[in-house]
């Protein structure tokens, strides 16, 4: 086989879970990836560690404060790594002439500039945050197609919905209408997280901790309470929207406990291929960082015999109400669906926070929609006052 040449690779959120598991598949390929630049908001003391294993170029923090307490720990480990902090300097290491590959692993609205400026200066983009693309749609997926960027799906059911697409639909980002190659539906499977069995008048008692606990997977808090929720899945029916190009009926949410199938497309024929492994971010994360070769991920091969059994139902809207307000957001279109992602971004901080119940998360989110009609987004600025106005709305609903 022919050697591939050495990726450089930023990695936005590196001290996230998914940039904890990136890291730990580039450490498993040092001939084939450098690490260009690492980032993180306030996590210094990890960020430093990272930083001491993968001597970046470029190390980015939130604040001014952070940036010299990681200067002080580089310094003492004799480390050249530049330290910047602040936005723009997360949007120059996403679109820096000597990165190639950016993966993006913020958590929420926060993620959006430096994922853009990814799209815009053509990267390879490992796109892990969904919300990004959940509250810009048509203008990140514009940014995409006119730069000629590659965007590889990092979350498990879309990076399994691409690699069961036919080879020329994956390839051909301008190519956006499943049924002409022979999609009937997609069927993203999903958990149901920790509460699927549990009895919905008890529901507004649950604690952060116990809604942060997942049954199959480890993630951060926010995406853990989503999971929760059903919040994610709704994000990913969004996100399965813009990345492939279905539409709202097109995509069926199918409850899979198990968390063995990632997710599946059913054709025309009657042919149904899934894509299945053990639920772990590094299969997704090494198939797109290796795309369209294969590496090792350090992720055990999937025995089907110790799992025995794989069950499969229909999600309940009156249990998971976040489910059908994403649906509806998809299907209003315009700003509806970055209001949503700004609303349940507010109300799931309140709530692990401790200063709203569970329940009040998907309330909170249904008000502000109804309060706040929907317009046509053409640029960012427009974009970024609906997300300010839905999240000045919940803000005053909670107080
Ligand atoms: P996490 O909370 O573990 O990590 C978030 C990262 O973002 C950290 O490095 C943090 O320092 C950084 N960050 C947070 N706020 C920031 C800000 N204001 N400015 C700059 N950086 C900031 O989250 P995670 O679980 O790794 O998830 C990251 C993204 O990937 C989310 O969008 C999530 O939906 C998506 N995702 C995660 C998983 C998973 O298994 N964890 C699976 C699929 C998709
Ligand atoms: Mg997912």
Same mark, same amino acid.
């Given at each position: 086989?022919?050697?591939?040449?050495?990726?450089?690779?930023?990695?936005?959120?590196?001290?996230?879970?998914?940039?904890?598991?990136?890291?730990?598949?580039?450490?498993?390929?040092?001939?084939?990836?450098?690490?260009?630049?690492?980032?993180?908001?306030?996590?210094?003391?990890?960020?430093?560690?990272?930083?001491?294993?993968?001597?970046?170029?470029?190390?980015?923090?939130?604040?001014?404060?952070?940036?010299?307490?990681?200067?002080?720990?580089?310094?003492?480990?004799?480390?050249?790594?530049?330290?910047?902090?602040?936005?723009?300097?997360?949007?120059?290491?996403?679109?820096?002439?000597?990165?190639?590959?950016?993966?993006?692993?913020?958590?929420? /609205?926060?993620?959006?500039?430096?994922?853009?400026?990814?799209?815009?200066?053509?990267?390879?983009?490992?796109?892990?945050?969904?919300?990004?693309?959940?509250?810009?749609?048509?203008?990140?997926?514009? /940014?995409?197609?006119?730069?000629?960027?590659?965007?590889?799906?990092?979350?498990?059911?879309?990076?399994?919905?691409?690699?069961?697409?036919?080879?020329?639909?994956?390839?051909?980002?301008?190519?956006?209408?499943?049924?002409?190659?022979?999609?009937?539906?997609?069927?993203?499977?999903?958990?149901?997280?920790?509460?699927?069995?549990?009895?919905?008048?008890?529901?507004?008692?649950?604690?952060?901790?116990?809604?942060?606990?997942?049954?199959?997977?480890?993630?951060?808090?926010?995406?853990?309470?989503?999971?929760?929720?059903?919040?994610?899945?709704?994000?990913?029916?969004?996100?399965?929207?813009?990345?492939?190009?279905?539409?709202?009926?097109?995509?069926?949410?199918?409850?899979?406990?198990?968390?063995?199938?990632?997710?599946?497309?059913?054709?025309?024929?009657?042919?149904?291929?899934?894509?299945?492994?053990?639920?772990?971010?590094?299969?997704?994360?090494?198939?797109?960082?290796?795309?369209?070769?294969?590496?090792?991920?350090?992720?055990?091969?999937?025995?089907?015999?110790?799992?025995?059994?794989?069950?499969?139902?229909?999600?309940?809207?009156?249990?998971?109400?976040?489910?059908?307000?994403?649906?509806? /957001?998809?299907?209003?279109?315009?700003?509806?669906?970055?209001?949503?992602?700004?609303?349940?971004?507010?109300?799931?901080?309140?709530?692990?926070?401790?200063?709203?119940?569970?329940?009040?998360?998907?309330?909170?989110?249904?008000?502000?929609?109804?309060?706040?009609?929907?317009?046509?987004?053409?640029?960012?600025?427009?974009?970024?006052?609906?997300?300010?106005?839905?999240?000045?709305?919940?803000?005053?609903?909670?107080?």
């Amino acid at each position: 086989m022919q050697k591939a040449s050495l990726q450089n690779i930023t990695i936005l959120g590196s001290t996230g879970s998914i940039g904890v598991s990136t890291l730990d598949v580039l450490a498993r390929h040092p001939e084939r990836y450098a690490v260009y630049a690492l980032t993180a908001y306030s996590h210094i003391t990890r960020l430093a560690e990272q930083c001491e294993k993968f001597q970046p170029q470029v190390a980015v923090v939130g604040t001014s404060e952070s940036a010299a307490q990681l200067s002080l720990l580089l310094q003492a480990k004799g480390l050249k790594t530049q330290v910047t902090y602040g936005e723009q300097a997360l949007c120059d290491v996403a679109s820096a002439a000597a990165c190639d590959t950016v993966m993006a692993a913020i958590v929420g /609205a926060a993620g959006l500039a430096p994922s853009l400026a990814a799209a815009r200066a053509g990267k390879k983009i490992l796109l892990a945050n969904k919300e990004a693309l959940v509250m810009s749609g048509q203008l990140f997926i514009d /940014a995409v197609r006119s730069s000629g960027a590659t965007l590889l799906p990092i979350d498990s059911e879309h990076n399994a919905i691409f690699q069961c697409l036919p080879h020329a639909y994956q390839r051909d980002q301008k190519q956006r209408d499943p049924r002409a190659v022979g999609v009937e539906k997609i069927l993203l499977t999903a958990s149901g997280g920790p509460f699927l069995h549990r009895a919905v008048e008890t529901l507004d008692a649950v604690t952060p901790d116990e809604a942060v606990a997942h049954p199959n997977w480890v993630m951060g808090r926010k995406i853990s309470v989503d999971s929760a929720t059903m919040m994610n899945k709704g994000l990913e029916v969004i996100e399965a929207h813009w990345l492939f190009g279905a539409a709202a009926s097109q995509i069926e949410v199918v409850i899979h406990p198990q968390s063995v199938i990632h997710s599946m497309v059913s054709y025309v024929d009657g042919s149904v291929l899934a894509q299945l492994g053990n639920p772990d971010m590094r299969t997704p994360i090494a198939h797109a960082l290796a795309y369209p070769e294969r590496i090792a991920s350090g992720v055990p091969a999937l025995d089907l015999t110790v799992i025995g059994q794989l069950q499969f139902t229909r999600p309940d809207f009156l249990r998971f109400p976040c489910l059908k307000l994403a649906y509806d /957001a998809l299907i209003a279109g315009g700003s509806a669906a970055t209001i949503l992602n700004a609303a349940n971004e507010i109300a799931v901080q309140a709530f692990l926070d401790g200063k709203i119940g569970f329940r009040m998360i998907d309330q909170l989110i249904a008000r502000t929609m109804d309060k706040i009609s929907s317009c046509s987004i053409t640029d960012i600025d427009a974009l970024l006052e609906q997300d300010q106005f839905a999240r000045l709305t919940v803000r005053s609903f909670i107080s």
